[in-house]
């Protein structure tokens, strides 16, 4: 079967470093996305890794190893306003999207 | 300048009623999809649209009927519900309809069965 596995929720300090993780066991593979969802709203596009390595956007940073079915999420220099939950998704050799239950940050004064 | 909306935001009703959901995108995608996120927040995909022609359609029960006017509309009918519909209802639009497009949501539609 598909799978995505995500902790279900983390708790960080503001100001500090957070790495959110993501593995996943699917069939195929056509890139792995990663969106936030702030309580109540719709979700939102943060990144989207195909090849092995790291993407840095500003704060955010996503990794992907193919070899592993591992990513993870690096948030830097964090804000309360990144308090949200952050979902993973990945493509399958069908094209459509498999998607993680999603990880709770709570970013802590 | 909403790219992706849905009406309406709230929905209370019976157990029983019939009701209807309705998407529009304004960016000129091709593909709509219908999302049933649950109290575990746990995000589903049930329809999916490619220029008004049904591509996906997950076990989802045929009390639930998406309709597609236009591509850039995507609505979807309740029938008889139940209290287990009750959940938030995503609709979302991507330029094609490969796993690697990014997907735009719409606000969401809360929907609550009593």
């Known amino acids: 079967g598909q799978n995505i596995d995500q902790p279900t929720e983390m708790t960080a300090t503001e100001g500090a470093i957070v790495q959110i993780n993501c593995t996943y066991q699917?069939?195929?593979?056509?890139?792995l996305f990663w969106y936030q969802q702030h309580a109540g709203e719709a979700p939102t596009f943060l990144s989207y890794?195909?090849l092995d390595g790291l993407e840095e956007k500003g704060r955010f940073s996503s990794f992907l190893s193919r070899s592993k079915g591992y990513s993870y999420l690096l948030l830097k220099e964090l804000q309360m306003k990144d308090s949200a939950s952050y979902l993973c998704?990945?493509?399958?050799?069908?094209?459509?999207?498999?998607w993680g239950a999603g990880t709770k940050l709570i970013i802590k004064p | 300048d909403t790219a992706v909306s849905q009406t309406p935001k709230y929905l209370v009703t019976q157990m029983g009623n019939d009701k209807s959901i309705k998407c529009e995108q304004n960016?000129?995608?091709?593909?709509m999809y219908w999302y049933k996120q649950d109290s575990k927040k746990f995000l589903k995909i049930m329809f999916s649209?490619?220029?008004?022609?049904?591509?996906i359609n997950e076990t989802v029960p045929n009390r639930f009927s998406p309709k597609s006017p236009d591509k850039a509309h995507l609505n979807l009918h309740i029938n008889s519900l139940e209290l287990g519909d009750s959940a938030v209802y995503f609709c979302?639009?991507?330029?094609?309809?490969?796993?690697?497009?990014?997907?735009?949501f719409g606000p969401g539609t809360r929907l609550l069965v009593l």
């Open positions: 649209y490619n220029n008004k022609e049904l591509i």
């Open positions: 979302a639009s991507s330029r094609l309809p490969e796993g690697y497009e990014t997907q735009y």
């Open positions: 998704a990945v493509s399958d050799s069908n094209y459509q999207l498999i």
């Open positions: 699917t069939s195929g593979f056509n890139g």
């Open positions: 960016l000129g995608h091709d593909t």
């Open positions: 890794n195909v």
